[in-house]
């Protein structure tokens, strides 16, 4: 790190004494609308000149390299229209030109009434019109225009994107077909570590969505951008300073239609300027409370001697309180018209309090084996299986409060500068950013009893069903254990960079740079068990024991689901584990040991391109990139005949060499043509690559990692043609293709004998395919089409192919994540007061996970959610607003081979808000 430290200060001192060398004249200011707010990607060209550029974030723009003279300055803005100005350049000074856009500079074929809605749209098309490479920009107020509370839920509306749900909300995100570890997320152009333990997954719901002001998803890198991004890069941009006093905030309550408990949200944001300008100050906070739940079902197949048949069968009930609360900081300052520097940082905190009871009859392949089902009825019939009840919590007090919590924390800090030598600009950032997830003080009772009469009914696989033929047997069945288990992973990440831009001509800029990405990441669980020192006195089944029925005749899965009787959390909670008197512990490090591991990751980048304006119309940026990654790990591997743990250890270290060509042609002036030739690659999961092997003798699973997978690279290559509306609108549509090397997947078989653990196993680990293709089309339209009405539609479709897969050569398998379609549309009427809107978001069923053969693969079914808001401006300040998500009960659904054929299906219903929105400013 001191190392690379040393090289960024040197080349810093060096530009800046060499920095008046290349004295020429410089054009600065900033594009704002007429409340006071800056507009990012705007349009700013010197008239019958090369000399152009683009407003950034802030609305500001610098021209640099200008000869001195007398200029007439033009900024273009869809849904403004144009502006001019006259400018005298003096060589060796800067000139300071700002620009006040508003509507009546359209013609009045092109004029309609701007809302806050429409406003946000302009913004994020115009940026993404200008922007050199293929984008996809969300503004704040777009986001708002949907009922979406994490950043998850509002990526899912944008093309190509795909969301994988876990409670209901939006998680992992998939870019056109590419699974979440195939795509990188940043935080205002800086990666966001990740609190999972076992991947580099980003956690999106992690994020609340009224925290960002736009999101950017880059679906072809830059040479200037970090490389891992095959699927696409999706940079998250949090609030800036604003240009005068500004207040907005949000309250809001709901219910959640699972659960039937209130859903609370707050937010606030507080920004200014100070100093005569100079100081840039904004403040944002969200809280949301949300009491819910899930009514989940889960199956495991397999080929019996007699058919298809059931090996095991869930019935769990989930009641999950969620606290999502996050706050933002960002200054800027102006120490002069060439020199700027800012200091933010943002702190996201999600706990999650959770109990589950989960009813498993496992077992069950030893009936089928024998056929033991009459004939008469195949599908309905009377076994024997292993049944078992088991109910997970916390320690009683404190934060937990007898519930699991998962507590989970991101938080990152950048410091950084800009700064304008004449024709040299630079910009330099430092951060640190951190990933948490703590589960303190764990807890699960079982209790379970072997050959109980079950019946199964297969009548429908759809909704298979197996649990107790006599549903009172279940307050006999017998206590199994009590475990505790305390867990903790964090990841760190040490980010520096360093940008210059240097134009060589009127009509070309040399970009180039230096990147250091230092990571580390741990993970350190525990595991012990505990059985009481007087049974009988201890209760020895759940009816003799503190229960409780969580059969619910509403289950929303279906009533024939009933879960039956629990012990309580408040019993699990309130047992004193630590009295030795009590009860008997016995540490198990195997549970727990495997799957702890320490990786250290660094990545050193060097980059260069040239930005060229062949023409008025032509345009193309031609770089390369360079990437070094260096990591080392160290875990464990448990011997199970000696039953001791030993330490295992390995290190990686390659080089990318990755080039890049983007090509604009704006055919006229709202006619854009695109076309981007880009090498991407992404590093597997620190935790695959450990030789760990995790082995569960009660689920009879073994997972093993592979130190020897390589890194996945991909050569992409995209078109994209865009047409803008001045009215405010675009029609696109595209195409891309990726072909894929040394893609990571895992696999899973089944009945798999390791000499080692066992026989009969279910057996995953990581793997490196041979080849993947990838190819798909885009289209898109968003336009207010009659008096306020609008109608926003994109549509997209994905193909795949791969090779080198273990034990699948003969078969015509994709890649896992690739959803063939998906599709959004949403209807909207505004008025200067009223808002309505409906949306629709549709992803078809994909592979998620493959097995040893065909059917055994897992797939993630398809999913429609329906969601509406509306609003109401009180007075322009002050608006109403009602919102619902999930009208359509989607449920998350995965299945075994074939469509038919259940693997898990969880129930959320649906929710609503209602609140009041404000925004208040000079």
Do not use: C
Not at 551 to 559: F, I, K, Q, R, V
Not at 604 to 618: C, K, L, V
Request: glycine share 8%; hydrophobic share 35%; net charge negative.
């Amino acid at each position: 790190m001191k190392k690379h430290l040393r090289l960024f200060s040197s080349l810093l001192l060096f530009f800046l004494l060499a920095g008046n060398a290349w004295a020429q004249g410089v054009l600065k200011g900033r594009v704002i609308d007429a409340e006071n707010l800056s507009l990012p990607g705007a349009n700013v060209v010197l008239t019958g000149t090369n000399y152009g550029t683009i407003s950034d974030q802030k609305g500001d723009f610098s021209i640099s390299n200008l000869p001195e003279g007398s200029y007439e300055v033009s900024v273009s803005y869809l849904g403004y229209g144009q502006l001019s100005q006259p400018v005298e350049i003096q060589t060796g000074r800067t000139t300071t030109l700002n620009f006040r856009m508003d509507q009546t500079a359209l013609d009045a074929a092109e004029f309609i009434v701007f809302g806050d809605r429409l406003k946000g749209q302009a913004k994020a098309l115009n940026q993404q019109k200008n922007n050199a490479n293929i984008t996809n920009i969300v503004s704040s107020d777009q986001i708002g225009r949907f009922p979406d509370a994490n950043v998850g839920d509002a990526l899912k509306r944008i093309p190509g994107i795909t969301m994988q749900n876990d409670q209901g909300e939006a998680r992992d995100i998939i870019i056109r077909g590419m699974a979440p570890q195939l795509n990188s997320v940043t935080l205002n152009g800086e990666r966001i570590p990740s609190a999972e333990g076992d991947n580099r997954n980003i956690q999106m719901d992690l994020i609340p969505s009224d925290m960002i002001q736009t999101i950017e998803v880059n679906k072809a890198v830059l040479p200037s951008m970090d490389a891992d991004a095959i699927g696409g890069s999706v940079n998250l941009v949090t609030r800036q300073a604003p240009n005068n006093l500004r207040i907005s905030g949000t309250a809001a309550s709901g219910i959640n239609l699972l659960s039937n408990k209130p859903i609370w949200t707050g937010g606030l944001v507080l920004g200014d300027r100070f100093l005569d300008d100079k100081l840039g100050m904004i403040l944002s906070g969200s809280y949301n409370n949300h009491n819910f739940g899930s009514d989940n079902v889960e199956a495991v197949w397999y080929n019996s001697d007699n058919g298809v048949a059931l090996e095991e069968f869930d019935i769990r009930k989930y009641l999950v309180q969620r606290v999502r609360r996050s706050i933002n900081l960002a200054t800027d300052f102006r120490i002069n018209d060439n020199n700027q520097l800012f200091l933010s940082g943002m702190y996201n905190h999600r706990d999650d309090w959770e109990n589950r009871f989960r009813m498993r009859v496992g077992r069950l392949d030893d009936s089928f084996d024998d056929g033991d089902f009459t004939e008469s009825a195949p599908n309905v019939f009377q076994t024997k299986g292993r049944v078992q009840y088991q109910t997970k919590g916390g320690i009683d007090g404190g934060r937990v409060g007898n519930r699991r919590l998962e507590d989970q924390r991101v938080y990152n800090m950048s410091l950084g500068g800009n700064h304008l030598f004449n024709r040299l600009k630079m910009d330099w950032s430092a951060t640190y950013a951190r990933a948490s997830e703590e589960r303190p003080n764990e807890r699960y009772i079982s209790y379970r009893s072997s050959n109980q009469d079950v019946f199964v009914d297969l009548t429908n696989p759809e909704f298979p069903n197996v649990n107790l033929s006599n549903p009172q047997d279940n307050l006999g069945i017998g206590f199994q254990e009590i475990s505790e288990e305390n867990q903790f992973t964090f990841d760190r990440d040490l980010n520096a960079r360093l940008d210059f831009k240097l134009p060589y001509t009127d009509k070309g800029i040399l970009q180039f740079g230096l990147r250091y990405r230092g990571k580390r990441k741990e993970r350190q669980n525990d595991f012990f068990e505990f059985e009481p020192v007087d049974e009988d006195s201890f209760g020895a089944s759940i009816g003799s024991v503190p229960n409780r029925d969580y059969s619910d005749p509403n289950y929303l899965a279906g009533s024939q689901y009933q879960a039956g009787y629990f012990a309580t959390p408040e019993f699990l909670g309130g047992l004193n584990l630590g009295n030795s008197s009590l009860f008997d512990g016995t540490d198990l490090p195997e549970e727990y040991a495997p799957g702890n591991y320490t990786a250290n990751e660094n990545i050193t980048a060097a980059y260069a391109m040239a930005d060229h304006q062949f023409s008025e119309r032509f345009s193309a940026i031609a770089g390369l990139r360079v990437e070094n990654t260096a990591i080392d790990y160290r875990g464990n591997s448990f011997n199970i005949d000696e039953e001791t743990i030993s330490p295992t250890a390995g290190e990686q270290n390659y080089t990318n060499v990755l080039p890049g060509l983007h090509l604009k042609y704006d055919a006229d002036a709202n006619t854009v043509l695109r076309f981007a030739w880009t090498n991407t690659i992404a590093r597997p999961n620190y935790f695959d690559l450990v030789p760990y092997a995790e082995f569960s003798p009660d689920d009879e699973e073994l997972a093993r990692g592979n130190p020897n997978l390589r890194a996945t690279t991909s050569m992409n290559f995209d078109f994209m043609a865009e047409r803008y509306y001045s009215s405010v609108g675009i029609l696109s549509a595209g195409a891309f293709y990726k072909d894929i090397d040394d893609f990571i997947y895992t696999i899973t078989t089944q009945g798999y004998n390791d000499p080692v653990f066992g026989s009969n196993l279910e057996y995953s680990r990581p793997e490196n395919g041979g080849t993947a293709s990838v190819y798909g089309l885009e289209a898109s339209f968003q336009r207010q089409i009659w008096r306020g009405l609008g109608i926003y539609l994109n549509y997209t479709y994905t193909r795949s192919s791969t090779t080198g897969i273990e034990g699948r050569d003969n078969d015509d398998l994709v890649l896992p994540g690739t959803a063939e379609n998906m599709f959004n549309a949403s209807l909207s009427y505004e008025t200067d007061k009223l808002v309505l809107r409906l949306a629709l978001n549709y992803a078809s069923d994909y592979l998620d996970e493959l097995g040893g053969e065909g059917f055994e693969d897992r797939y993630y079914d398809r999913q429609v959610f329906l969601d509406a808001n509306a609003s109401y401006a009180i007075t322009p300040k002050w608006r109403l607003f009602a919102e619902g998500n999930n009208l359509t009960n989607q449920p998350l659904r995965y299945y075994q081979g074939i469509r038919s054929r259940t693997m898990q299906m969880e129930y959320y219903n649906a929710r609503f808000n209602f609140g009041l929105k404000f925004d208040l400013f000079e």
